[in-house]
C-alpha cells in the first residue's frame, strides 16, 4: 500500500471510531428497549422504578397475535387445559383466546402498500427522471420544481379533498387508494434523486446504442436501466421508509379494510390498559422487513446517494 | 442470453427505417415517459390543491350536510392571520425546526466526518447507526413517552445515573420549558443518520487530488477543512436542511403521539394546530385557508432556499 | 330512507318471533372503541352469530382517536360501520344529522321500553333532545369516573396513625373532594417499601378529551354549571361561577401538589399503568377499569378498593362516561343491526354482559339483589351512577371541547394565567361557537 497524504493517521482513526461507535451505542439504546419490553410480562414492562434484568416470555408476542377476553371461572373450566403453550400463557393471565388479532392483516396491508408504491414509484420515477435528464422537455426546471413542491403539503392539509374525492372514485380504504396516494407523494423525491443519478450515467453508451439500432425503449431498457440499477436501490429504499411507516393519511383515510400497521401498533390495548409489551412486539416485526431491505442493500445505499443526491 | 423478437426484429431492419416505424420520436417518448408522472401528481396533490383554495374560499362544514354553503371571500384569512394563537403555534413550529436543524447538521456532519476517516468497521456502524430512520415515527413518538416517563422511563434514569439529579426531578413532556426540546431530541434521535448519509455522500465526492494538491502548498488540516472540504460539501448539505426543513415544517405524528401538543399549547406545531381544525372541529372552509397559507409560506421558503442552492452548487 | 325505515321496522318486529329465521345471513360490522370492554363483547357476540345465522366484524379505535376517525366516517357517510357505539357526546350530531337511525318505533315495536333502563344512561346515551323520549341509541355500556384507591396501603397501621396525627381523622375513603387532596398529599412522595410513591393520578391529557373528562368532577362539585338552569346558552355567571373558579383552582393544586411528576398528558391507560406499577394511593379511572384492577397480579385480589367521586361544596356529581349502541343511517344492512339490538337488549344477554365485564345499564341486571355484592366494585358503581353529570351533547360538542381542552391544560397543566381567566377566556369561546351555531 503506497503512502497516501490524505490517508488520516492511525490515532486519529481509532478516535474517530470510537467516537462513532460510541454515538451509535448510544442510538441503538432506546430501540434496544423496545425490542427488550417486547419480551417482558406487562407488569415488568411498566416496573416502578425500570428493571433491566428480567425474565423474558412471550406474553407480549402471544397478545400481539390474538384477541382475549377476561374468562369467567365458568369459561376456564369449559376451556379444559391449554392445549398449547399460547393457550397456556393467555389462560395463565386468567383469559381465553377468542381469535387472532388484526395485526396480521394490518402488517400484510402494510407489504402490500408500502412494497406496491415502491415499485410504482420506481418505475414512474425513473421514466420520468430519464426524460428529464435525456429530452428537452417544455419548462423543465418548473416542472421539476413543480414536482419538488408537491411534497411541502402537509398531509392534513389535502386529506380533506383527498378524502372526498377518493369516497366518489370508490378508491377511499382500498390498497389501490393508497398505493396511489404514496407514489404520488415519493415521487418528488425520487425523480429528483433519481435524475441525479441518470445525469451521471454518460450519454456516449446510449448513442452508440442508437447508431446500432436499438430504439429509445430499448437503450432506455437496456443500457440505462442496468446503469442506473444503484440509484434505483437506494432511492427505493427512501420511498419505501416513508410509505411503510407513513401515518397521518393511514390513520385519516384507511380503517377496516386497507389500515397499515402504524396507525394499529400504538392502539394494542390488554386486559388492562396499554399492553406495551404486545406494542413493543408489534414494533419490532414490523422493522423487521425494511431493516432487512436496508441491509441488503446497504452497499447501494451509500453508494448510490453520493452520486443521486447532487449534481456535481 | 437470449434474443427478443424485438431485437431480431431491429437486426432486420435498416436503421432509418425502424427509427421511423417502430421506434417513436424523442418527443413523444419524452412525453409518455413523464406524463403518469405528471399525471398522478395533478391528480393526488394539484387537484385537491385546487378544491382547498376553493374551500378556504366558503363556510363549508363537512360535518353539517344540510347547511347551505355560502362564499365569505377572504374572511378566513383575515380570522387566520389576525389569531395571535396561530402565530403562537408558528413560533412553536420555527423553535422545533430551527432547532432540529442545526442539531442534526452539527452532529450528522460530525459523525459523517469521522465515518470518512475510514476506519476498520465504519460500513457496519453507519448501518447501525441508520437504525432509528427506519422506525414509524408515530410508533417512535409513542414509545418515547414511554421512555420519558419520570417513575417508569429509561431516560429520566439515564440522565439521572450520570447527572446525581433524582429522576423524579424533572419531567421531559410535562413541563412548559422543557417539552419544546424532548421533541427535539426525539427528532434528532431519530433522523440525524438522514443528514449523516448525504453528508457522507458529499465527503465521499471530493476527489481526493485536491487534498493533495493542498498538501504540496502545506495547507494546515484546519484550512483543508475550511477551504476544501466545507465548501465542497455544502451543497450537500444544503439539501439535507431542504429535506428535513420541508419534512420537519410538515411534522405531526410523531409530535402528536408525543406530547399531543402540550402542555398548554407549548408544542402546538402547525400541523397539529390545522388537524384539530380540520377534523376535530370540521371547519372546513377556515382549516382550508389554515392549509393555504401554509403552503404558501412553506413554498415562498423553500423557492427562496432553492434559487440560493442552485448558485452555491454552480459555484 | 323513510320507506326503508319502515320496512326495517317491520322486519324487527317479525325478527321477535324467531332471531333464526332472519331472511338473509349478513356481515354486520360494529364499530366501537378499542379498550377492554370491547374484547368482551367479541366473546358475547358469538351467541349472536349463533343464534342469527349473521357474521360479527369489529371494528375498534383508540379512545384518543376514536372520535377523529369515527366522526369522519360518518360525516362523509361512509357504510364501514352497520352499527356504532359511539360516544355520549355524539348523540346530538348523530341525530341532528341524520347519521343515526331514530329507534323509536322500533323500541314500540319490539317491546324495549326505555323505562327498562338506568335513568341517567337513557338521558346520556339515547336522548336527542335531551330529556324529550326521542331515541337514537340503546344504553349499551354504563361508565361514570370514580376513584381507585390502594386498599392494602391505607390499612397500615403505621400510616393510619400518621394520618391520624397530622390530620386529626382516620386514614379512610375521603368524603369529600377536600379530603381526597389530604390523603393524596400525605401519600405524595412518601416511601412505601422501598420506593417513592405519590398521592394520585388524574386525567390530564391534552390531544383528545382526557383533562376535561377529569376536570368537571372537580368542577361540578365546587358548582360549576353548563348553562343557566332557566336560559340555555346562558354562560355567563355558570360557566365562570366563583365556585366554578374554585374548582379549578381545586384540580391545578391537585396536580401540583398531589401527582406523580410528569403526569402532564395523562388519560384512561397511563393512569392504569401508574396505578398497577404501585406509583400511587389513588387513581381516578372511569368504571370500566375495574374488573381489570380486580383480576391484575400486582394490585388486584382484595388490595383495591374503589370509591365515587367525593362531595364538594355545591354537591357529589361525577363525570358520566359510557355509551349507547345505534344503527348508522348509511348501513345497508339496517334489519341485521336492528336485530343485533334486540338481541343485546335481552334480560338474560345483558346479564351475561355483567358477567364478561361489560357494565350493562338494564335495570334488571343491576338491581338484581345479587348484583351489588356480585363484584367488589358493583356498589361502587351503583352509587357513582346516581350522581352522574354529562358534557355537553350538541352537534358542536366537538369545538365546545376543544376550547375547554385548551382553556383548561393551559390553566391547571401549564401554569398560565389565573382560573378566573381561563374560565372568562372559556365563556367567550363557548359564547363565540353557540353564536356561529345559531343558537345564541
Not at chain 1, 130 to 159: E, G, H, N
Not at chain 2, 26 to 41: C, S
Not at chain 2, 62 to 77: A, K, Q, T
Request: hydrophobic fraction near 45%.
Amino acid at each position: 500500500m503506497s503512502f497516501s497524504v490524505t490517508e488520516p493517521r492511525m490515532g486519529t482513526k481509532w478516535l474517530a471510531g470510537i467516537l462513532v461507535v460510541g454515538y451509535a451505542i448510544i442510538t441503538m439504546v432506546p430501540l434496544l428497549w423496545i425490542i427488550a419490553t417486547g419480551f417482558k410480562s406487562p407488569n415488568d414492562s411498566i416496573a416502578y422504578p425500570p428493571v433491566i434484568l428480567f425474565e423474558p416470555t412471550m406474553e407480549g408476542y402471544v397478545n400481539l397475535f390474538t384477541d382475549r377476553t377476561r374468562a369467567t371461572p365458568q369459561m376456564l373450566k369449559d376451556a379444559g387445559p391449554p392445549e398449547t403453550w399460547y393457550d397456556e400463557i393467555a389462560q395463565n393471565r386468567g383469559t381465553v383466546i377468542t381469535g387472532p388479532s388484526r395485526y396480521g392483516e394490518r402488517f400484510l396491508n402494510s407489504v402490500i402498500i408500502g412494497f406496491g408504491s415502491t415499485a410504482l414509484c420506481m418505475i414512474l420515477g425513473t421514466a420520468a427522471a430519464y426524460a428529464f435528464s435525456r429530452f428537452r422537455v417544455p419548462l423543465k426546471d418548473d416542472l421539476m420544481f413543480f414536482i419538488l413542491s408537491t411534497r411541502m403539503m402537509p398531509p392534513i392539509a389535502v386529506a380533506i379533498p383527498i378524502f372526498l374525492m377518493f369516497r366518489n372514485l370508490g378508491l377511499s380504504d382500498t390498497h389501490l387508494g393508497m398505493i396511489l396516494l404514496y407514489t404520488a407523494v415519493n415521487l418528488s423525491l425520487s425523480v429528483w434523486l433519481l435524475k441525479g443519478f441518470i445525469d451521471e450515467i454518460p450519454v456516449e453508451y446510449e448513442e452508440a446504442a442508437l447508431i446500432d439500432g436499438y430504439t429509445r425503449f430499448q437503450a432506455f431498457y437496456k443500457i440505462v436501466l442496468p446503469q442506473a440499477a444503484t440509484g434505483i436501490a437506494s432511492t427505493a429504499i427512501f420511498c419505501l421508509i416513508f410509505a411503510w411507516n407513513e401515518y397521518a393519511f393511514a390513520v385519516l383515510l384507511t380503517s377496516g379494510n386497507a389500515q397499515t400497521a402504524p396507525p394499529f401498533i400504538p392502539t394494542i390495548i390488554g386486559t388492562s390498559g396499554k399492553d406495551w409489551p404486545a406494542v413493543a412486539a408489534g414494533a419490532t416485526i414490523f422493522l423487521i422487513p425494511v431493516m432487512v431491505f436496508t441491509i441488503l442493500l446497504r452497499k447501494h445505499l451509500l453508494r448510490g446517494i453520493t452520486f443521486g443526491a447532487v449534481r456535481k | 442470453m437470449t434474443i427478443s423478437p424485438i431485437d431480431r426484429a431491429a437486426a432486420g431492419t435498416p436503421h432509418g427505417v425502424a427509427r421511423r416505424i417502430r421506434g417513436l420520436s424523442d418527443r413523444t417518448i419524452a412525453w409518455i415517459f413523464v406524463a403518469p408522472t405528471i399525471f398522478l401528481l395533478l391528480a393526488v396533490n394539484i387537484f385537491p390543491l385546487i378544491w382547498t383554495i376553493r374551500l378556504s374560499f366558503t363556510d363549508y362544514r363537512v360535518n353539517r350536510p344540510n347547511n347551505e354553503v355560502s362564499w365569505v371571500g377572504l374572511r378566513n384569512y383575515e380570522r387566520i392571520l389576525s389569531d395571535p394563537a396561530i402565530w403562537d403555534t408558528m413560533q412553536a413550529t420555527a423553535h422545533f425546526l430551527i432547532w432540529t436543524i442545526i442539531l442534526q447538521v452539527l452532529i450528522g456532519f460530525t459523525l459523517a466526518y469521522l465515518i470518512n476517516m475510514k476506519f476498520k468497521g465504519n460500513d457496519l456502524w453507519t448501518t447501525i447507526i441508520v437504525f432509528p430512520m427506519m422506525l414509524s415515527p408515530a410508533v417512535v413518538g409513542n414509545f418515547w413517552t414511554f421512555l420519558y416517563q419520570p417513575q417508569i422511563g429509561l431516560f429520566n434514569y439515564v440522565v439521572a445515573f450520570f447527572t446525581g439529579a433524582d429522576a423524579a426531578s424533572f419531567s421531559m413532556i410535562g413541563d412548559v420549558h422543557l417539552a419544546p426540546w424532548a421533541i427535539i431530541i426525539v427528532d434528532t434521535w431519530m433522523w440525524t443518520p438522514f443528514v449523516m448519509l448525504i453528508c457522507l455522500a458529499g465527503l465521499r465526492s471530493i476527489p481526493d487530488s485536491i487534498y493533495e494538491a493542498a498538501e504540496c502548498d502545506r495547507a494546515s488540516k484546519w484550512r483543508q477543512f475550511w477551504t476544501i472540504t466545507v465548501p465542497m460539501a455544502l451543497p450537500f448539505l444544503m439539501l439535507a436542511v431542504l429535506f428535513r426543513g420541508i419534512e420537519n415544517f410538515k411534522m405531526f405524528d410523531l409530535v402528536v403521539q408525543l406530547t399531543g401538543g402540550g402542555p398548554g399549547n407549548t408544542t402546538t406545531l402547525t400541523s397539529i394546530d390545522l388537524k384539530r381544525e380540520a377534523f376535530e372541529r370540521w371547519r372546513t372552509g377556515y382549516s382550508s385557508a389554515y392549509a393555504v397559507i401554509l403552503f404558501v409560506t412553506v413554498f415562498g421558503l423553500a423557492s427562496i432556499y432553492v434559487k440560493a442552492l442552485n448558485k452555491v452548487k454552480q459555484r | 330512507m323513510k320507506r326503508s325505515f319502515m320496512t326495517t321496522t317491520a322486519a324487527g318486529a317479525l325478527a321477535l318471533a324467531s332471531l333464526a329465521s332472519a331472511a338473509q345471513a349478513e356481515t354486520l360490522t360494529l364499530c366501537w372503541a378499542a379498550w377492554d370492554p370491547a374484547n368482551a363483547l367479541i366473546e358475547l357476540s358469538k351467541d349472536f352469530e349463533a343464534q342469527s345465522g349473521h357474521t360479527m366484524r369489529f371494528e375498534f379505535v383508540p379512545w384518543t382517536s376514536f372520535a377523529d376517525r369515527m366522526l369522519n366516517e360518518l360525516n362523509s357517510g361512509g357504510q364501514l360501520c352497520d352499527l356504532m357505539i359511539g360516544d355520549s357526546q355524539w348523540i346530538g350530531g348523530g341525530a341532528e344529522n341524520g347519521h343515526y337511525v331514530k329507534l323509536n318505533d322500533f323500541f314500540d315495536a319490539n317491546g324495549i321500553s326505555m323505562n327498562d333502563f338506568i335513568p341517567a344512561t337513557v338521558t346520556g346515551y339515547s336522548e336527542w333532545p335531551k330529556n324529550t323520549p326521542n331515541y337514537w341509541a340503546l344504553p349499551a355500556f354504563g361508565d361514570v369516573v370514580g376513584w381507585t384507591y390502594r386498599k392494602d396501603w391505607f390499612e397500615r397501621p403505621e400510616l393510619q396513625a400518621e394520618f391520624q396525627e397530622t390530620y386529626g381523622r382516620a386514614l379512610d375513603v375521603p368524603a369529600t373532594l377536600e379530603e381526597l387532596k389530604d390523603i393524596a398529599q400525605f401519600f405524595q412522595g412518601r416511601d412505601i417499601d422501598g420506593t417513592t410513591v405519590y398521592g394520585a393520578a388524574i386525567y390530564t391529557e391534552r390531544g383528545s378529551e382526557g383533562i376535561t373528562m377529569g376536570v368537571t368532577n372537580a368542577l361540578y362539585n365546587y358548582g360549576f354549571q353548563y348553562e343557566n338552569p332557566d336560559q340555555p346558552y346562558d354562560l355567563e355567571g355558570f360557566v365562570n361561577s366563583a365556585g366554578a373558579v374554585a374548582g379549578l383552582e381545586f384540580y391545578k393544586e391537585l396536580y401540583d401538589t398531589a401527582t406523580p411528576p410528569g403526569s402532564s398528558n395523562w388519560y384512561m391507560g397511563e393512569n392504569i399503568d401508574a396505578f398497577r406499577s404501585g406509583q400511587v394511593a389513588m387513581q381516578m379511572n372511569f368504571a370500566f377499569i375495574w374488573p381489570g384492577v380486580e383480576a391484575d397480579e400486582n394490585v388486584g385480589g382484595g388490595r383495591a378498593g374503589y370509591f365515587p367521586n367525593p362531595a364538594g361544596p355545591a354537591g357529589q356529581f361525577a363525570q358520566l362516561g359510557g355509551q349507547g349502541i345505534s344503527v348508522v343511517a348509511y348501513s345497508s344492512k339496517q334489519n341485521a343491526a336492528l336485530e343485533y339490538i334486540q338481541w343485546f337488549a335481552q334480560p338474560e344477554v345483558q346479564a351475561k354482559w355483567w358477567e364478561l365485564g361489560g357494565y350493562s345499564a338494564l335495570r334488571a341486571v343491576v338491581e338484581d339483589p345479587g348484583f351489588a355484592t356480585s363484584q367488589p366494585y358493583a356498589q361502587t358503581f351503583l352509587d357513582s351512577m346516581a350522581i352522574v353529570k354529562d358534557f355537553w351533547a350538541e352537534p358542536a360538542y366537538a369545538d365546545l371541547l376543544l376550547a375547554m381542552q385548551n382553556r383548561v391544560h393551559n390553566y391547571a397543566v401549564a401554569g398560565q394565567g389565573t382560573a378566573q381567566e381561563a374560565l372568562d377566556g372559556l365563556v367567550a369561546d363557548w359564547t363565540e361557537i353557540f353564536e356561529d351555531e345559531g343558537k345564541l
